[in-house]
């Protein structure tokens, strides 16, 4: 099958979001699908044609041209666009984030006509400021609508309730080491891991660490990530007198995740919006207990006492107690991390998502999941 991956952020050492379209792309060539990536180009040491892992990559400055206008440069896009899916012949189309490249596949969706798979992950929604047409019309065309959690496809829904009927939810997935995981060293300290941002939370784990800290004065917290928020969350640290307990690891690959939560005890997911933490699964299949707020799709992740624990949202006190609590005791610490692996790997491993993606297309191209869909307006 020829699948034209339409995706925001096609750059897998940016893991998240970015991360699993890379996989899911890289598993579908590995089947055998011819798979071509649309994605935008925002530094200038990407390359314009690239390939990752057998797939073929095509990447534009579509940001650039949509809040820097110039009318020239949108048509000639546009043109080379409409040439590209031309010549490629689509089967299907999928759009795996939202973002200033859904405007340029809806203008040129006439060059192949073929059915569209519209894939939120929630974060990107947040961020859309100037393109909510653009959203609401690709909803109301396509021919089907996933998100990972039912909190995220109850969002679209809540947008545009005609997408109902042809709707599912479709977990992030990731590949699964088959060796089982080493425990937690003694000692190991807490990890952060995201965009440095105040969705993430971060500064509520920071909150939390002086009551930690006073029952465990051992403890140290590492906070994995980059993003505007680093600096005040430098300054918070200091101010609470807790920076010497704190290491800002800033950006790291996402093949340094694994080793990261290995070398980790406990991880924190204190966000006060989140779709389904790609982290969290990561977590979850290296058996390490997650402490994480109660909100998005989290819970659907996370199963309270049994594969983690769940906070109320923005509480430093409810994570410190939840965290002091595993602290003290490491057995239950354990027993939540080797359930969520186990839970892990029946539902989360990569194959799995993409057995479920695969079916999925074969079915919309046969024309047996289109019934109500409505062409873009």
């Excluded at 096609?10 to 996989?23: C, L």
């Amino acid at each position: 099958m020829r699948v034209l991956l339409w995706s925001e952020l096609f750059w897998p050492i940016m893991g998240g979001g970015s991360q699993f379209s890379a996989d899911l792309a890289a598993e579908l060539r590995r089947r055998g699908h011819d798979v071509l990536v649309v994605t935008r180009r925002d530094e200038a040491s990407l390359l314009e044609a690239d390939e990752y892992r057998g797939v073929s990559i095509r990447r534009f400055p579509f940001h650039e041209a949509l809040f820097e206008p110039q009318v020239d440069d949108i048509a000639r896009r546009r043109s080379l666009i409409l040439g590209l899916r031309r010549q490629f012949k689509a089967e299907l189309v999928h759009t795996t984030s939202f973002g200033p490249s859904m405007w340029f596949e809806a203008v040129t969706a006439g060059a192949d006509s073929a059915p569209h798979v519209v894939t939120l992950f929630g974060e990107e929604i947040s961020e859309a400021a100037g393109l909510e047409s653009t959203l609401h019309r690709a909803l109301r065309g396509a021919a089907w609508v996933t998100a990972p959690s039912r909190a995220t496809l109850e969002y679209a829904l809540r947008l545009v309730p005609e997408c109902a009927a042809r709707s599912s939810v479709i977990p992030v997935g990731c590949v699964v080491d088959a060796r089982n995981p080493d425990p937690a060293p003694s000692g190991a300290p807490l990890l952060c891991i995201g965009r440095l941002v105040r969705d993430k939370g971060f500064d509520i784990a920071l909150s939390a660490l002086p009551a930690i800290l006073k029952r465990r004065p051992g403890v140290r917290l590492r906070i994995a990530g980059d993003g505007p928020e680093r600096e005040s969350l430098v300054q918070q640290a200091t101010r609470f007198g807790v920076f010497g307990a704190v290491e800002f690891l800033g950006w790291v690959s996402p093949t340094r995740v694994a080793s990261l939560l290995a070398a980790s005890s406990i991880l924190l997911i204190p966000s006060r919006a989140e779709a389904f933490p790609l982290v969290g699964v990561q977590a979850a299949l290296a058996a390490r207990p997650v402490v994480a707020a109660a909100v998005g799709g989290i819970p659907e992740l996370v199963i309270d006492h049994e594969t983690g624990i769940l906070v109320d949202p923005d509480s430093p006190e409810a994570l410190a107690d939840a965290v002091l609590d595993l602290l003290e005791r490491p057995d239950q610490a354990e027993r939540l991390g080797l359930a969520a692996r186990s839970l892990g790997c029946e539902r989360f491993r990569l194959e799995r998502v993409v057995d479920a993606y695969e079916a999925l297309y074969r079915r919309i191209v046969a024309g047996e999941a289109v019934a109500g869909a409505r062409p873009c307006e």
